[in-house]
């Protein structure tokens, strides 16, 4: 069993500008959840609350499996729950602006793309994994697109079961533009293609940052690979048994 840690690594070569706007998103994503949960809808309120407290505190909220998020998984994770919730669901986009779920749909699956190869990254680092660049994005990509799987899996289980028992629930299949049938192979497609795009990103990015004899990215790496609580696999190699 890895050795939880009870804080951060200290990001000692981050940008002053990448904290700043880490507080300012904190503070966008704080505001609108405490506004929506009195003033507003109120479980989105709280749903915006709940994903608030699991990227600030996640050794709390996943109850040791996660002790900390390095900086910039941070600030991408603040950004999906400021499109998902703070603009889409507080702001109404969904309703006011025509195909705004398609956004989304590329951007989270984008997003997630890009933090699995940044965690693939570190795992290279590490020795823990070997294989080509390409078969990494591919993988990456049929990971992002399964989670969006299973978003619309859960999406049409609660139409086909809550929706028609619960006043007032709602409906997520389906908009304005499209049927049902139709907004979800489109979902998946803009999934795809956000999937793609962002493990090529991904790829550019920590790329872009070697070439630069970045001091922050194998500070980034390690954080990666320590940021696991219980639960997660232990070391692996020569240099295992020093480790524990």
């Keep these: 069993m890895a050795t939880t840690q009870s804080a951060a690594v200290p990001t000692t070569h981050t940008a002053p500008g990448t904290q700043r706007l880490a507080w300012v998103l904190r503070t966008v994503i704080l505001a609108s959840g405490v506004y929506q949960t009195f003033f507003g809808e109120t479980d989105i309120g709280i749903l915006t609350l709940i994903c ?56 989270i699956p984008g997003m997630l793309g890009l933090i699995g190869f940044m965690v693939a990254y570190s795992m290279v680092v590490a020795g823990r994994l ?40 709602h409906h997520f299949q389906g908009n304005a533009q499209e049927d ?20 090529l990103l991904g790829i550019w990015l920590i790329d872009r940052e070697k070439r630069r004899g970045s001091a922050r990215l194998p500070e980034m790496a390690t954080e990666l690979q320590t940021m696991w609580g219980r639960g997660s696999l232990p070391p692996t190699g020569p240099d295992s048994a020093s480790t524990r």
Excluded: C
Aim: proline share 6%.
């Design 52 to 107: 608030l407290a699991g990227i600030v505190a996640p050794a709390v909220v996943t109850r040791g499996l996660v002790n900390f998020f390095p900086i910039e998984v941070e600030i991408i994770l603040f950004v999906m729950v400021i499109i998902q919730f703070v603009l889409g669901e507080a702001r109404d986009m969904y309703t006011t602006i025509p195909y705004y779920d398609k956004f989304v749909h590329a951007s």
């Design 130 to 169: 070997i294989a080509p660049t390409v078969a990494i994005a591919f993988l990456i990509v049929l990971m992002s697109l399964g989670a969006a799987a299973v978003e619309e899996i859960v999406e049409y289980t609660s139409d086909v079961i809550l929706y028609p028992r619960i006043p007032g629930w």
């Design 180 to 199: 049902p049938h139709t907004d979800t192979m489109n979902d998946l497609v803009a999934d795809l293609l956000g999937a793609t795009a962002g493990a």
